[in-house]
């Protein structure tokens, strides 16, 4: 894919806040600090689009980004340990179901989930609930510069097992050495047909 712009569009809490449906969407949704900003900034080749940081929970609205001027990535807040106040953390939920269930112009969803992690239930709860969306989903496992090569296999049969996914249904990806752009690229193509 060659990216020829990538430009910040809105935030958004509710739907009366979100752009016009005039785009095809990709969401992004995981774990807190699991790299969805990363993986966005990767993909599109630009350090800086989506806002990263170290500290769990930056990420507290739906942040749309438009692409080439034909499709959307939005990325949404992160769930799970990030250290925000609860009254915040509770509005996170609704905010992410409302979109993923209201938003028409929704084409796929790219979960992501840390190598290194086990998933537990709120993962297989989300996977369980996408299927149920009827919304094509790209599993993305990220950070594997961060584990030997060796714990590879044993990892992602780990994670497999807990999320009843079959193995060749991830996409291994490094923000850092950028392994796995072009899976996620035709992942991504395969949910829309883009020039």
Not at 76 to 100: D, T
Request: proline share 6%; charged share 20%; hydrophobic share 40%.
């Amino acid at each position: 894919m060659i990216i020829k712009s990538a430009e910040y569009i809105t935030s958004a809490v509710k739907p009366s806040q979100y752009p016009p449906a005039d785009f095809p969407e990709i969401a992004f949704v995981g774990r807190s600090n699991v790299g969805k900003s990363s993986l966005i900034n990767t993909l599109v080749n630009r350090k800086r689009l989506a806002k990263t940081s170290s500290t769990p929970g930056r990420t507290q609205l739906v942040n749309f980004f438009l692409i080439n001027n034909a499709f959307s990535f939005v990325d949404l807040p992160g769930y799970g340990y990030a250290r925000v106040p609860a009254q915040v953390k509770k509005k996170w939920a609704p905010m992410v179901e409302k979109y993923l269930t209201s938003r028409s112009s929704l084409s796929c969803i790219i979960f992501i989930i840390d190598i290194r992690r086990t998933p537990g239930p709120e993962e297989i709860n989300l996977k369980n609930w996408f299927s149920q969306l009827k919304i094509p989903v790209i599993l993305v496992l990220t950070k594997v510069d961060k584990l030997k090569k060796s714990k590879y296999k044993q990892q992602i049969a780990l994670i497999t097992k807990n999320l009843s996914a079959d193995p060749n249904d991830f996409i291994l990806f490094s923000a850092k050495s950028k392994k796995g752009i072009n899976a996620v690229w035709d992942a991504i193509g395969n949910c829309f047909h883009t020039d």
